[in-house]
Nanobody
Framework: QVQLVESGGGLVQAGDSLRLSCTAP????????LGWFRQAPGKEREFVAA????????DYAESVKGRFTISRDNTKNTAYLQMDSLRPEDTGVYYC???????????????????WGQGTQVTVSS
């Protein structure tokens, strides 16, 4: 069992910034790709961003490209999602997820991510 723990969510106004964090046990963190997904009320869960184990590769959904930045610090067993210029449509529960298929490139497909955190709520008011 892999335990991922997100933090950093909250209520902000449009245009503000938030930084989400995701931690995992050290022996696990260094052998996984990491992804961030979100789910708005009444909507399907959607891909937000992903980063490779080595940090060399990153990918973003078009809706967040240029506003969000994914990163990770393998020495701290922590991944981050820096969210700038937040919009009301960014509201939702944000989840980090672990993909152990590190011989493959990072993916937007939630099916590849076998372990998920409990989520952290982000609410952006207009």
């Amino acid at each position: 069992q892999v335990q991922l723990v997100e933090s950093g969510g909250g209520l902000v106004q449009a245009g503000d910034s938030l930084r989400l964090s995701c931690t995992a046990p050290g022996r696990t963190f260094n052998i996984i790709h990491l992804g961030w997904f979100r789910q708005a009320p009444g909507k399907e869960r959607e891909f937000v961003a992903a980063i490779s184990r080595s940090t060399i590769s990153a990918d973003y959904a078009e809706s967040v490209k240029g506003r969000f930045t994914i990163s990770r610090d393998n020495t701290k067993n922590t991944a981050y999602l820096q969210m700038d210029s937040l919009r009301p449509e960014d509201t939702g529960v944000y989840y980090c997820a672990a993909d152990f298929n590190i011989k493959m490139g990072i993916t937007r497909s939630s099916n590849r991510y076998g372990y998920w955190g409990q989520g952290t709520q982000v609410t952006v008011s207009s």
